[in-house]
């Protein structure tokens, strides 16, 4: 997908308060070494190096855009790649701490993705992740509900956004069966409180939206933008908009 950061950072500071309660979970000690799973722009990646200091991160992102300012945070603890997650779990190394701040829900198969995921892992290592819960936010349902109705469904080809984000009960067996015995898993409301809808969809086209429209063109685009619009206003018409934002918090060690 092509992601924009400068779309992304409207919201910057609505988007650092769940990284902050994520890694407040952290169990640091000196010398570990750090992944962090879809690194974005690195302005966080860098927040997490800061806070564990002696420690060597690795910040991955698959977005060459995302990833344009990243030099910007990188020192002789802290260094970025150009590289997918998928990519990333199917190699050999190793880590203490694998981080992942609302990365994990562009990939799909998280049954296989978290085992995988958790591979990456040293004995005595730590998983933080933290994730939209897609299935349960309202935003993300009208999205896909406007996308079955024509003239956007044939346009789409009959896509929908079938996202792979789990239960929080499913989440809890997928770190047990794969050895984790301490874990902390819950769903968190987030409260956007935001100037109206058009606010509302300005916070949607940083991230649900991109799916749809990059499937779209031309006139078709601007219809299913000015559809989406208006059931954001049909909806969340009050001034302003309280959007109860639900997100999943996982920590668990090995």
Known sequence: ???????????KSERFTPFYDLLAL?????????????????ELTKKLADAMPDCSVLGIDSSSEMLAGCSNFAGEHLGFIQRS???????????????????VQWVEDHESLFAKIIAMIKPGGQLL???????????????NELAA????????????RQSPVLEIDDYARILFQNRARVMTVFEKIYPLILQDSNALFDWVSGTALIPFVERLDGEM?????????????????AHPVFYPFKRIILEATF
């Open 149 to 160: 109705q024509e003239p956007f469904s044939e346009a789409l080809q009959g896509y929908v």
């Open 26 to 42: 952290a169990k640091t000690r000196p010398g570990m070494s750090v992944i962090d799973l879809g690194c974005g722009t690195g």
């Open 129 to 143: 992740i933290q994730m939209p819960a897609q299935n349960h936010n309202v935003s993300n349902i009208m999205l």
């Open 1 to 11: 997908m092509a992601w924009n950061p400068d779309t992304y950072n409207q919201f």
């Open 221 to 237: 685009r601007e219809q299913f933008i000015e559809a989406y619009k208006q059931h954001l206003d049909s909806r969340f018409h």
């Open 85 to 103: 997650i998928e990519e990333q779990v199917g190699r050999e190394e190793k880590f203490d701490l694998v981080f992942s701040n609302a990365a």
